[in-house]
């Protein structure tokens, strides 16, 4: 299975702050089939983009997302305040899908 | 407005059995494929299980192969998962979640995965003695 690497484990920003998250497959995604989650503590993940640069339906432009192959990035422009928290890539390229562990954006 | 609600989660000691139920509304159940995702404590999300939409195929991962079962029942909107066997690592919250979408493989045009759109707010199961 792929496994999907995300740095930094934690990421110190300030709000109005640009943050920039990293996401390594253990191989190539096939067709950029990467999705990228937002989840806040006691809640469920909201789908943030697919297709690696596709955002979900009222998602926010300042998150955008890049990359393909084995190497994948999510952009926040601009930090607001509801930004903090935890975000996961998944693959659905290749089965089974699998998520990545991670990265926190935490307010510094 | 779509909404998943998962229940049926609690404390079961090792060996035991659960059902989960996960109650959807505000769009059309029966025309999607839905899955099961879990999260154990402090960890990232594992997906578990998937059912098509007329509950003809079902898929596992291995880890809960042959002691899960997923079914789902279109007439009254609602996703199970028959928990069996229940092992210490099987302790997380289970979210049921829509999917939004799939990927295919390039060579033979079968699915390859899929994302999720919506997830419920979760239910947790804890296997505990």
């Known amino acids: 299975e792929i496994v999907l690497t995300q740095s930094p484990g934690t990421l110190s920003l300030s709000p109005g702050e640009r943050a920039t998250l990293s996401c390594r497959a253990s191989?190539?995604?096939?067709?950029?089939?990467l999705a990228w989650y937002q989840q806040k503590p006691g809640q469920a993940p909201r789908l943030l983009i697919y297709?690696?640069?596709s955002r979900a339906t009222g998602i926010p432009d300042r998150f955008s997302g890049s990359g393909s192959g084995t190497d994948f990035t999510l952009t926040i422009s601009r930090l607001e305040p509801e930004d903090f928290a935890v975000y996961y890539c998944?693959?659905?390229?290749?089965?089974?899908?699998?998520f990545g562990q991670g990265t926190k954006v935490e307010i510094k | 407005e779509v909404q998943l609600v998962e229940s049926g989660g609690g404390l079961v000691q090792p060996g035991g059995s659960l059902r989960l139920s996960c109650a959807a509304s505000?769009?059309?159940?029966?025309?999607?494929?839905m899955h099961w995702v879990r999260q154990a404590p402090g960890k990232g999300l594992v997906w578990v299980s998937r059912i098509n939409s007329d509950g003809s195929s079902t898929s596992y991962a291995d880890s809960v192969k042959g002691r899960f079962t997923i079914s789902r029942d279109n007439a009254k909107n609602t996703l199970y998962l028959q928990m069996n066997s229940l092992r210490a690592e099987d302790t997380a919250v289970y979210y049921c979640?829509?999917?939004?979408?799939?990927?295919?493989?390039?060579?033979?045009?079968?699915?390859?995965?899929?994302?999720?759109?919506?997830w419920g707010q979760g239910t947790l199961v804890t296997v505990s003695s």
């Open positions: 297709g690696a640069s």
């Open positions: 979640a829509r999917e939004g979408g799939r990927g295919y493989d390039i060579l033979t045009g079968y699915t390859s995965g899929y994302y999720f759109d919506y």
């Open positions: 191989q190539s995604v096939s067709s950029s089939y």
């Open positions: 998944q693959q659905y390229g290749s089965s089974p899908v699998t």
């Open positions: 505000g769009f059309t159940f029966s025309s999607y494929w």
